[in-house]
């Protein structure tokens, strides 16, 4: 969440803060991944491990909300917050593969998407750039993955609700991967357009 420190008459400026509301949010959120993983993987607690999703998925909405009523955003909440919804995604991945819940190859589809975006900041970088903006399309994408994997670990974790939340789970899945694999095309075009216009510090312009 891009932070400002507003002056008239100007755009939002990021702020260096570390010490936020939002920021503290999102470091706990980051500590709920292991916890996490440790009830599904080896406890098998699913009810409890749900509760640690919904907590993290409400400290999630609590940060946006926070920062754009206290001004509180900032650089690190730029990265942290995005960076933690993704461990989030991968986490949970990891954990409903391992349960026979989800296929690999959903997985893959995900995490590769991820391996293939990470290297593309390191043309911001280079250029001293922050990183690109998050796409609503995006923020949709994952939305969706946030709605659909634990609709799957409440339908293994309450048989009850199987009927619903399995049918609505498997659809959000389907169609946040497929969004979040078409908004990670759009994030490598927009890396490619940057690397071709602008010059990298102190070198020259790649072809």
């Given at each position: 969440?891009?932070?400002?420190?507003?002056?008239?008459?100007?755009?939002?400026?990021?702020?260096?803060?570390?010490?936020?509301?939002?920021?503290?949010l999102s470091f706990v959120r980051l500590l709920g991944i292991p916890l996490f993983l440790w009830l599904m993987l080896v406890r098998h607690?699913?009810?409890?491990?749900?509760?640690?999703?919904v907590v993290g998925a409400v400290t999630d909405w609590a940060d946006g909300k926070l920062a754009?009523?206290?001004?509180?955003s900032s650089r690190?909440?730029?990265?942290?917050?995005?960076?933690?919804?993704?461990?989030?995604?991968?986490?949970t991945l990891v954990a409903l593969?391992?349960?026979?819940?989800?296929?690999?190859w959903i997985a893959a589809i995900l995490i590769g998407r991820e391996l293939v975006l990470a290297p593309t900041l390191a043309?911001?970088?280079?250029?001293?750039?922050p990183p690109p903006e998050v796409l609503y399309?995006?923020?949709g994408a994952t939305f969706l993955l946030m709605c659909a994997l634990p609709l799957l670990l409440l339908a293994l974790a309450v048989p009850a609700t199987t009927d619903v939340a399995e049918p609505f789970g498997w659809a959000a899945l389907v169609w946040g991967t497929a969004l979040y694999v078409w908004t990670g095309a759009l994030y490598v075009y927009r890396a490619l357009a940057t690397a071709r216009v602008t010059s990298p510090i102190g070198g020259h312009r790649e072809p």
């Amino acid at each position: 969440m891009n932070d400002a420190t507003r002056t008239a008459g100007t755009a939002p400026v990021a702020s260096d803060r570390i010490l936020t509301v939002p920021n503290l949010l999102s470091f706990v959120r980051l500590l709920g991944i292991p916890l996490f993983l440790w009830l599904m993987l080896v406890r098998h607690a699913d009810g409890w491990a749900l509760a640690v999703l919904v907590v993290g998925a409400v400290t999630d909405w609590a940060d946006g909300k926070l920062a754009r009523l206290l001004d509180q955003s900032s650089r690190l909440g730029a990265i942290l917050d995005p960076l933690v919804d993704r461990l989030y995604i991968v986490a949970t991945l990891v954990a409903l593969v391992a349960r026979d819940i989800v296929p690999w190859w959903i997985a893959a589809i995900l995490i590769g998407r991820e391996l293939v975006l990470a290297p593309t900041l390191a043309v911001y970088r280079r250029r001293g750039l922050p990183p690109p903006e998050v796409l609503y399309l995006g923020k949709g994408a994952t939305f969706l993955l946030m709605c659909a994997l634990p609709l799957l670990l409440l339908a293994l974790a309450v048989p009850a609700t199987t009927d619903v939340a399995e049918p609505f789970g498997w659809a959000a899945l389907v169609w946040g991967t497929a969004l979040y694999v078409w908004t990670g095309a759009l994030y490598v075009y927009r890396a490619l357009a940057t690397a071709r216009v602008t010059s990298p510090i102190g070198g020259h312009r790649e072809p």
